[in-house]
């Protein structure tokens, strides 16, 4: 592991014993697990290295016949290569920390652990309510935790404005760059983030690291063999069923399996869901210097979630907040008239190898598939009022990285490419039989491509001092095929719709199938930053660094997809400074940073008729971010995390939707023995949301008062050598006070400051859920 507790891959690692010298060496693999298998009984020692730390050293290690000893090594970062002998230590503060930035850090990070995501974490919960815990980030689920799509929001950018990544590979909608919370990564596959608020360096690839990346980490391969198999049950009858099961090494390979199924009747009237999922994780050590990985997973998704975002003031006050839809089918509401059907893989094959010479060689090849059928209804009942739409794409895609090391620094080049098919429409429907109307509202083929070589180089400047410059050209290709519609977004190319546009009598007479059209985005962005050492265990940063949006497919969607003016990329700047320090009870991480970001696009009409695109104008986000953990002792720790800033429209001085002012998490934890237990409380500050219609928009039009999510969690698991190690009891509540705070609003009235109506609509924290966990481990004796 290094300092902060994280573990290192591909660390070398050798084993001497100590009256004949006999030395044998391997390599840790992805998870920072290594293993010789035997050896004669002696005493030994045992040394670990990796770039850019010192070699950490443990000796008198003693070994009896037909045993087992198990050895963790820390390694202390190395300014440069050097060999020092430590007996294990590491800073019990950053041991303990749920979320905490690296000695190593070029720009503000947290790393979420997976111990947090085991213990700390609801069993139901997603990637958003692990997200929760780092400084500035909020994200709600109305529908309770994890049972719905939900969504972050963090330094006044919002989802689309920011790379998720799985493994290191980017995951986004083909239509624009947004994500689901509900499919691909269940919260069964998490084994920690690595959350980024800013747009990284050269070296960090994806499609929109605009605001910053949120990196989830596979579960890793444990190095014994168990199985734990569990059943959690609670509020608003949610039942989730897991089997994991880990092989252990055998030969040079090991695998880990998880299945689950969640079923969940959800917070919100009739919005229940049901989810099944898997995933095989697989590692091969191909020789001491190679490691392959093979990681395929699977999720099917069924839910009666709607199109529409919350119930309306006049609904909750009639209903009750738990109010969405209703089981009466003469309602449009009903529902049977609302429904999804998701499905979703992810598969890829790693390769990571030293080549020699300081050179490094890592590679993924992927692919994965989005499947999203939803079916909803309008306001009324009628043959045409409802919507069939499909989502559906395909990606593949590889990411190359090649770094060499020597004592002048390191070097880092590499390229992620791309492609994508992708098949959208929205149809009117009869919500009453599902009979589809001829002509769709819109119906489109496409591919794009995506390109992003880069290179950076990390002088070693002085023993303590590092600049890393850097530039990567993010290069996107779209070609469309859109088919003549109903008039809704394209119309009929060529020719003349007969019959009243939207109805089931709506026909093209003349025109052509479809329209082809494409066009390239391209954007040089360049980065730069330096860390300095004031003590080995105190580094400072600072960095300059550029990320870009693409433009969404819906830049054709106007008549006959003519367009005179493409958009360009959206262009964020961002300037940051920080510092990390980690004493042995006490972990500290502070940044201040400033961004310079465009928004998203406004569409005039020439006198030809044709689209023009352009940007609107500039904001700015501001502010300062701060963590800490304190290993107060008997087991007890203390994390606080605070932020106070603005993101603001920089020509209007309005603020951006859903940027707090501030917000502040503090949390109690106890992790002793076989017991963990903590609390958490995090307040959300004051914010505001939008009223708008069409291109007319009225920031800062509605204020959103301060709120709390205050979690509780208590684990009693047993360990040590037992055949029933893994054996665990959970409690989690979330929201203990059960508040029902009002956290969105969409007016129904669009003005500047709208008075509150009976259609507003409104996103509500979902109240106090309870979750009880039984889990069963096995493993054979060590």
């Keep these: 592991m290094d ?24 390599t840790t693999d992805g998870s920072g697990h290594f293993s010789l298998a035997g050896l004669p009984a002696g005493t030994y020692t045992i040394e670990a290295s990796a770039p850019n730390f010192a070699t950490s050293r443990r000796d008198g290690v003693k070994l009896t016949a037909g045993a087992k000893e198990e050895v963790s090594l820390a390694l202390d970062l190395a300014a440069l290569p050097q060999t020092v002998t430590v007996e294990g230590s590491v800073s019990l503060a950053a041991e303990m920390a749920p979320s905490q930035s690296s000695l190593e850090a070029r720009w503000a990070q947290s790393r979420i652990t997976g111990d947090f995501v085991e213990n700390f974490t609801s069993p139901v919960a997603d990637y958003t309510e692990v997200l929760n815990i780092a400084p500035g980030t909020f994200g709600i689920n ?137 995933f095989l994780k697989y590692q091969f050590q191909l020789s001491d210097k190679t490691v392959i990985t093979i990681f395929g997973g699977l999720t099917d998704l069924f839910t009666n979630t709607p199109n529409i975002k919350g119930p309306t003031r006049d609904q909750v006050a009639q209903f009750g907040d738990t109010y969405l839809m209703s089981d009466d089918p003469s309602q449009s509401n009903y529902f049977r008239f609302n429904f999804y059907h998701v499905q979703t893989d992810f598969e890829y094959i790693g390769v990571t190898s030293d080549l020699g010479h300081g050179w490094r060689f890592d590679n993924k090849v992927y692919t994965y598939r989005y499947w999203n059928k939803q079916n909803y209804n309008g306001s009324s009942i009628s043959a045409t009022s409802a919507t069939d739409k499909l989502n559906g794409y395909r990606k593949i895609g590889d990411i190359l990285y090649l770094t060499r090391e020597s004592s002048l620094g390191v070097l880092r080049t590499g390229m992620w490419y791309e492609w994508a098919y992708t ?26 491509n995506s390109l992003q070589p880069f290179v950076e180089y990390e002088f070693r400047v002085a023993p303590r001092l590092s600049l890393t410059p850097g530039i990567k050209l993010a290069d996107y290709a779209m070609y469309l095929n859109q088919y003549a519609d109903n008039g809704s977004t394209i119309g009929c190319p060529g020719g003349k719709l007969s019959g009243k546009a939207g109805s089931a009598s709506t026909l093209c007479v003349g025109g052509v199938q479809f329209v082809t059209h494409g066009t390239n ?29 693409i433009p ?13 003016v493409f958009p360009k990329p959206t262009v964020a700047r961002t300037y940051q400074v920080g510092s990390v320090w980690k004493l042995n009870r006490l972990t500290l991480d502070f940044d201040a940073y400033y961004s310079h970001f465009q928004n998203t696009y406004t569409m005039t009409t020439d006198t030809a008729g044709e689209a023009v695109w352009s940007l609107p104008g500039a904001s700015n986000t501001k502010g300062m971010e701060a963590e800490a953990n304190a290993f107060v002792g008997h087991g007890f720790n203390v994390y606080l995390n605070g932020t106070a800033g603005n993101a ?55 204020p959103i008062d301060p709120f709390n999510m205050t979690n509780v969690f208590v684990n009693y698991t047993v360990k040590g050598a037992s055949a029933l190690r893994g054996t665990k009891l959970r409690l989690s509540v979330n929201n203990l006070l059960d508040k029902h705070s009002i956290v969105g609003v969409a007016p129904v009235n669009v003005a500047q400051h709208p008075t509150p109506a009976g259609g507003d609509t409104l996103t509500l924290l979902p109240g106090r859920s309870v979750m009880l966990t039984v889990q069963f481990g096995f493993a054979p004796p060590r």
């Design 142 to 278: 109305p529908n309770g935790v994890g049972l719905g799509d939900s969504k972050t929001f963090f330094r006044g950018f919002k989802d689309g404005q920011y790379t998720m990544t799985y493994d290191g590979i980017p995951f986004e909608d083909t239509n624009d760059p947004t994500h689901h919370s509900w499919a691909f990564i269940p919260g069964q596959w998490i084994g920690g983030a690595n959350f980024d608020r800013s747009p990284g360096s050269a070296a960090t690839i994806g499609p929109t690291n605009f605001g910053g990346s949120i990196n989830l980490l596979s579960r890793p391969v444990r190095a014994s063999q168990d199985i734990r198999a569990s059943v959690s049950y609670g509020s608003y009858n949610t039942a989730l069923y897991d089997l994991n099961y880990d092989s252990g090494q055998f030969g040079k390979s090991n695998l880990t399996l998880d299945l689950h199924q969640m079923k969940s009747d959800g917070y919100q009237t009739f919005n229940n869901q049901k989810r099944d999922g898997g």
């Design 423 to 448: 098949d959208r429409y929205q149809v009117p429907s009869d919500p009453r039989t599902w009979v589809d109307t001829p002509f769709p509202n819109f119906h489109e083929h496409f591919n794009t």
């Design 521 to 549: 985005y391209s954007s040089w962005l360049p980065s730069l930053d330096g860390r300095y050492f004031l003590r080995d265990n105190w580094s400072v940063y600072a960095q300059y660094a550029t990320g870009s949006v």
């Design 3 to 26: 300092q902060s507790g994280q573990v290192l891959a591909s660390a070398a690692v050798s084993v001497k014993e100590a009256s004949t010298g006999a030395t044998q060496k391997t």
């Design 648 to 702: 603001k429209y920089a020509q209007r001085g309005l603020w951006v939707a859903n940027a707090p002012s501030n917000t502040a998490t503090a949390g109690l934890m106890y992790q002793h023995a076989n017991w963990d237990a903590a609390f958490f409380s995090k307040r959300i500050g004051p914010m505001w949301n939008d009223a708008g219609k069409g291109n007319t928009l009225f920031n800062q039009a509605v």
């Design 552 to 564: 969404p497919s819906g830049v054709f969607d106007t008549t006959s997809a003519s367009v005179a």
